[in-house]
């Protein structure tokens, strides 16, 4: 790692100190949480290696921290992430589908695939059939 890697692995690795001692948890019950080593987690809090984007994606969902916060130290106020989702209405379920969808197996994303793929086929052909015949919403 070069010293601005270093700087920024520190500075997010305090961070998850910080939040893990905020919940009175011991490294070991952290890690497993996280479903990673201690000896990894104490490198992360010592700056001594970076963290994963799947670590950072598991503090997100498991413990609601921001990717702002570990990354940079800053958060929104609750009024600016509202107003971010009014202004990106379909980002929510767009993410919410990527959490649900990153935690399925393969089996399950084909079966995810199939529903979606049938259902979008049958919504559609029935607008379409709604636009010919402007008295079926009579």
Request: aromatic share 6%.
């Amino acid at each position: 790692m070069n010293n601005n890697e270093v700087s920024a692995s520190l500075t997010v690795g305090q961070r998850i100190r910080k939040e893990r001692r905020l919940r009175g948890m011991t490294q070991a019950e952290f890690s497993h949480l996280l479903g990673i080593s201690v000896s990894y987690l104490g490198a992360i809090e010592r700056g001594e290696r970076g963290i994963s984007s799947s670590v950072m994606g598991l503090l997100h969902e498991q413990l609601g921290l921001s990717y702002d916060y570990l990354l940079d130290g800053t958060t929104l106020n609750d009024y600016s992430i509202q107003q971010y989702l009014r202004e990106t209405p379909h980002y929510g379920i767009r993410h919410n589908l990527d959490v649900i969808l990153g935690a399925c197996s393969n089996q399950e994303l084909e079966n995810c695939y199939d529903m979606l793929h049938t259902y979008l086929i049958h919504s559609r052909r029935r607008k379409r059939r709604k636009g010919k015949n402007p008295s079926s919403e009579q």
